[in-house]
């Protein structure tokens, strides 16, 4: 790469792909607001994070990573806004040894961006997380193979409460099996921050019981003013004796106040679990405006006929039964 493009007086838009970087003395990228920098090899994690912190008015940042040769990737950053960092999918798969958590041991990302509004982890890898001073956040959006696990000097529970409370001021969240599996660990031996901002929940979950509402329930209880609830459910396998404890769950303070629309996908029949969820949130919400259910089967038709024919908490509640299978 050619010296010369560090202290570019003028550039506004950088992509580096596949590049291998060598040692630079100084960066000044005045004028750059997009960078873009994908599996590219780095001298060492000083450099990278030099780069972009030498940018002073830098708004959105895509991190693509490979074995870049840094251990612990840093984004300081005043100015930045967006921020999307982690693998590309293939990658993963193809180097899975690489990637392996032995390998990954005391590998970190550390993001101090005030006035950051959108998040992405893509497929992010790295054992530790630390967000800080991201009291802007607007949107966090989290896909698979997200991990958090223990490191030196830092349990795994001490390491979520820290991420989930980075990321508590957030608006919209939107949240991978992974990371539904975290939250689910996480509250049966605490409870979440308040994410009193949020108002957009969109989370895939893997598989379904009473235990997962009964969890499910205590993340709603974190969320007091959330109006739309997206879930997609992977797999449902309930028991006859389960179904009847289903129908005492709690009701959590936003689904007394706040939500407004719930949306509920399956991938696989049958769709008597996701019909039991779609009761439940009829039963319960006091201002609940549409209720929507995608089913891959034709469903129970007498659960179907009792969920349109429920009496519903809210007068203004419509309920929208599709069958995916005819999309």
Same mark, same amino acid.
Request: net charge positive; proline share 4%; aromatic share 10%.
């Given at each position: 790469?050619?010296? $010369? ?20 003395? *100084? ?15 780095? #001298?060492?994690? @000083? ?5 972009? *912190?030498?940018? #002073?008015? /830098? ?17 300081? !950053?005043?100015?930045?806004?967006? /921020?999307?960092?982690?693998y590309n999918p293939g990658d993963l798969i193809r180097k899975y040894n690489y990637y392996s958590k032995k390998v990954r041991e005391n590998s970190g990302l550390v993001i101090d961006a005030p006035r950051l509004k959108y998040l992405t982890f893509n497929y992010e890898r790295s054992l530790s997380k630390i967000v800080r001073n991201l009291s802007s956040l607007v949107k966090v959006n989290v896909l698979s193979s997200f991990d958090i696990s223990s490191v030196v000097g830092c349990s795994e529970q001490q390491m979520a409460h820290n991420f989930f409370t980075g990321i508590s001021r957030v608006r919209d969240l939107i949240i $991978? &099996?992974?990371?539904? %599996? ?20 969109? +989370?895939?979950?893997?598989?379904? *019981? ?17 109006? !739309? ?20 769950? =709690? @009701? #959590?303070?936003?689904?007394?106040? =706040? ?9 696989? +029949? #049958?769709?008597? %679990? +996701? ?21 891959? !089967?034709? %469903?129970?038709? @007498? ?5 349109? +024919?429920?009496?519903?908490?809210? *007068? ?8 995916? &299978?005819?999309?």
């Amino acid at each position: 790469m050619p010296v $010369s493009l560090y202290i570019c007086e003028t550039l506004l838009h950088l992509r580096l792909y596949r590049v291998l970087m060598g040692n630079f003395e *100084s960066v000044s990228l005045p004028r750059l607001k997009t960078l873009c920098l994908e599996r590219n090899i780095y #001298p060492n994690e @000083a450099s990278v994070e030099s780069l972009i *912190s030498s940018c #002073p008015v /830098l708004e959105d940042l895509t991190i693509v990573r490979m074995d870049d040769n840094v251990k612990v990737l840093r984004v300081h !950053s005043q100015s930045l806004t967006s /921020l999307s960092v982690g693998y590309n999918p293939g990658d993963l798969i193809r180097k899975y040894n690489y990637y392996s958590k032995k390998v990954r041991e005391n590998s970190g990302l550390v993001i101090d961006a005030p006035r950051l509004k959108y998040l992405t982890f893509n497929y992010e890898r790295s054992l530790s997380k630390i967000v800080r001073n991201l009291s802007s956040l607007v949107k966090v959006n989290v896909l698979s193979s997200f991990d958090i696990s223990s490191v030196v000097g830092c349990s795994e529970q001490q390491m979520a409460h820290n991420f989930f409370t980075g990321i508590s001021r957030v608006r919209d969240l939107i949240i $991978s &099996q992974n990371l539904m %599996g975290l939250i689910f660990s996480y509250l049966k031996v605490d409870s979440l921050p308040q994410f009193c901002n949020l108002s957009y929940l969109k +989370a895939n979950v893997y598989s379904t *019981s009473v235990t997962f509402m009964d969890v499910f329930t205590k993340l709603l209880e974190s969320c007091p003013n959330l109006k !739309s609830i997206v879930l997609g459910l992977t797999c449902f396998n309930y028991y006859k004796d389960e179904m009847v404890e289903m129908r005492v769950w =709690s @009701a #959590p303070k936003c689904l007394l106040t =706040s939500l407004e629309f719930v949306e509920i996908k399956t991938e696989y +029949a #049958p769709d008597d %679990g +996701a019909l039991e969820v779609g009761r439940y949130f009829v039963e319960n919400s006091v201002n609940l405006k549409k209720l929507v259910l995608h089913l891959q !089967s034709q %469903g129970n038709p @007498a659960v179907i006929k009792d969920l349109l +024919a429920l009496p519903r908490r809210s *007068s203004m509640c419509q309920i929208k039964v599709f069958n995916m &299978q005819n999309f």
